[in-house]
Structures are given as C-alpha cells and as structure tokens.
C-alpha cells in the first residue's frame, strides 16, 4: 500500500488484484468501517460480494451513524460527525454509492447539491448570559504565549508526546480563549484527553482555523446520517449480493503469532446465546472493528434519567479487544481507552418539540425559520457560561425523513456531564429528559415563569448517556492503538476509531473510511494509491494563512511569523525538519 498527494490515481480503477478468485472476507462490525471496508473490496479488489460477510451485534448498520425513533415517543440522535471537502476517502467512497434521493446520482453528488444549494454558516456560533451571542465571539482571544503553544505543539513529535494530556502542553493562557471554547465543544476535547490526538488535529485541521467562528467549511447531508450515510451505503451492498448477520457477538478471533507471520485462523462469536464460529484459512480476510465509541450506549426518557452502564463483558466489542491483545503486544492496549469511563463518558439528548413554542425560540435565536428547509444552526451553538458546557444543534429540517410538518427536532450535549447545572440543581447525567430541556431553556432566554411549563408539555426529550464516546482521545502512546495492518499479519486487519493509521484524526467518518481503505488495499494488493492525509503542517501557505488568522487580523510579515509565533522553541532547526523553509 503506497500514499498518493495528488489526485491523478483518485479516478483511476485498478485492475482486480491476482488471486482474488475463490477469497473470502469476514468483517467484524456493520458501522461506518465495515461496510466501507465491503465496498472497496468489490470496487477495488475485486471481490465476488457473496464472499463478503459482515457480522454485526445490534440489529442495525452504521454503528456510530445513527437516526432513529418517531414523531410519537421522540427521534433518537446519539451525535452526528461534522464532515468537510478535505474527507478524501469518505467521498472517494460516496462517489461510487447511488443516492437514494436523487436518481442517477451518487450520494457524493447528492451531499455536494445539498451544500451548494444551502451552505453551511453559523448565525450564533457562541452564546452566554441566558440567550444574548457571546460578546466577542469573532475573535479567538489567544495570547502570544497561547499562539506561540499551538505552533510549538503542531511540531513536536508524537514520540514526545506519549502518555500526555492537552493540560500538560497548553497553558491557561490557551484554555482561557475563545480558540478553546469553539475548538473544544466542536470536537469534544477535555483537557484530560491526549496531547497527541490534540496535535493531530491542530495539524489536520489547520484550514478549519479560518472557519471555527462561523463553521462555514463545514458540510451536510441533507438528513441524519443514518438515512443519508449509512442506508444507501448498507443497501447498496445488500443489492451487490454482501452477507449481512445481525446478532452476532463475536467474542475471538484466533491468530496464530507463532512464525514470522500473524495468521488468523478461527473466528469465535455467540448468535442467539448459542456458541459458534468458522475456521479460516490464510485466504481467508478478517476485518475487526475494535473498540466502539458508542457502546453501551443507554437511552433515558422525558421523564427518567439514562442509565450509564459501564459493563464490558463476553460478547462486547471491548472485550473481544481484550482477547486479541492477549495473543501479541501488536494488537494494542485496549484497556488504555476503555479502563476509565468517568474520562470517556458524556451525555447527550435529542428534543422533538410538540408545538411551536421552542422553534420560535430558534427563530428568535437564530434569526432563521426552523421550518424554511435551510440551514438553522450551521453546527453546534456553545453556551460559554452553561456548567454543562452544554452545546445545541438544530440541523437542516426535517432531519428525518418522517418527520411530520412542524415538528422540529434538536440535539443538545454536556461536556461536563457530572457536575450541577445552572437552573437544574442536579448533574446532567442524573437528569430526566425533561430537567435537561429545562436547563436548555433557561440558557435560551425563556422567562423562569414559563420555563417549567414548556419543558413538561412542549417537548419529549430523550437523553442518552455513551460512556465510551470519546475514548478514542484517552492519553495514549504510540503503540497503544495496533496499526491497520500489523506488522506480520497476511489476512487479519483492523478497522475504525481505535486502529492506528498515521497522522488522521479519530472521531471522524473520514477515519473509518481511510483504515478501510488501507486494510482492504494492503491485504489484497491493490494497486491503486490511498489518498494521503490533507495536513496543513505540509502545505506552507495555509501554515501561514492559520497563522495569521491566530494573530486575530494583527498583520506581521509572513517572513518572520512562524518564527515570532513560536518564540523560545529551536524554531531554525523544527523549520528545516518539516520542511517549512
């Protein structure tokens, strides 16, 4: 498998490798991973679709893409992936999916007239005193010594970073700034979380920096991602002729480490409580989704809390982790991401309002029709003195397809889930469906007199608590995550948030998709280059452009900004190792 900076293979169809005929793949997981993982063995490998079978525990694809409910007992969001041009395995994979809304075009050509015709802006990207826009939220308020931090991060090694937190590498200075604020409630950062993932993002998304206060590169689909990523993606690989079976826990995978190679050789799962399993032979594909940010995921209602259930046992992904690091220290440390719940945990809900009282809040808010089919929000709308570090989202409505006229849906989540709130004097994740929607209103602006009233009878709220969801930025060091494909291995890879590939940046559909692709091109032998990584650290000019937007429109000669930004580091020598001069 070889990288590609340029687009010159990204149309190209590469003949099917040799000895494809009489192959088999077994994919372990159905989410986001594992179907792309289907797809590019039947695009690019060659691979007869019935040989292909995805195992799947829940009873639905996508995994962490996900949609669900009705208008009566409230639809169902446990988050949803913000998506932008730079996803270059994502719509490499989408531009050969058929969209299920538009005939003879592609979900790539579908998502791309969406966001042509209704791009994405921020009206309100940050908000604070019960309703009113934070003050100065046009500005990303960093100190020199903050500014100086990111750079000087962006450019140390991973190596160097092994086992840190975000705390241990950025000062007060930085979490103090509007740059914090925006960046943290956009991708789920806690201080607690990993330098290393901190610095890959700084890196990976050094462009995003020019949009963070109004998020206008970032890009949607038309409904939630169940409906519009995940179905056309599942149906048309049901439609190929791809195995799917659903209710299969699969609880081993046997390799044998014993030679210079790693060949998985049994596969062990339960269906239906009963025991089962199939023995492979070095033909014979396996692709694990190890780890899960969305499991154990437990919903509540509008008038009981959701449990947080911790349990990681047979038949859980987790554990399944657990027996493969067993067998090779190259098959990662999965208890490194899943050993500490408290860290990975937070809370979400989704509101489906019951009359017209809440959207016109929105309206008011926003300045936007909630119901005018366009963009309301744009993405998340942080309210900076909530102790929730509470964030609201009103896509694009309907935001499912069966939502019936004038009901509009919403997603709320906590940061800081285990701490009071401000109205509600009990923690986030202690509270009904109901005490999360009047905490919400009472950051909104609604009179304390009507606040109680509109959360009993204009809503049904349902929370959801996900005790893994952001263990992918857990501490680590570099080995902790096994890579794609591990050293050694023949006919075993491993796919999605908790796999190793260089320099992307978990928490995205744009990972999922990239260790698909690898996996599948590295095991088969296709031919055809893996797109690489759009990351600012190797392209000057955005360095630059980031830079100065750091600056908050403050001019400096470009001649001397890196180095004036990253004053007191070894600046001449980092300059001359990544090639920045």
Sequence with gaps: MRYAHSNYEAYVQPPAPEGMEGRSAWIVGGGLGGMAAAAFLIRDAGMAPSAITILEASDSDGG??????????????????????????LWDLYRSIPSLEIPEASVLDEVWQVNQADPSISPVRAMCNRGRPLADRDRLTLTGKARREIIALILTDEDELAGKTIADVLSGDFMASNFWLFWRSMFAFETWHSAIEMKRYLARFVHQILGLKDLHTLKFTRYNQQESLSRPLATWLADQGVVFRHGVKVTNVAVDVSGRTKVATHLDWLENGAAAGVDLGPADLVFVTNGSMVENSRWGDHHTPAPIDTTIGEGS???????????????????VFCGDTKKSRWLSATVTTRDARIPELVKRITGRDPFSGKIITGGPVTIADSSWLMSWVVSRQPHFKGQPEGQ???????????????????????????????EWLFHMGVPVDQIDDIAATGTTTRPCMMPFITAQFMPRAPADRPKVVPDGSINLAFLGQFAETPRDTVFTTEYSVRTAMEAVYTLCGVRRAVPDVSDGIFDVRMLLQAAAELRDGEKVPASGLIRHLTQGTEIDDLLERYGLV
């Design 408 to 438: 509009m849906v919403a997603w709320l989540y906590g940061l800081f889930s285990d701490v009071p709130g401000d109205y509600v004097k009990k923690s986030m994740q202690d509270c009904t469906g109901e005490e999360i929607t009047r």
């Design 317 to 335: 992904v987790w554990q399944l982790w657990r027996n493969l690091a067993t067998q090779d220290t190259a098959f990662g440390n999965p208890d």
């Design 64 to 89: 962490a893409l996900d949609g669900a409910g009705n208008a009566e007992t409230g639809w169902l969001i446990r988050g949803g992936r913000e998506m932008e041009e730079q996803f270059q395995c």
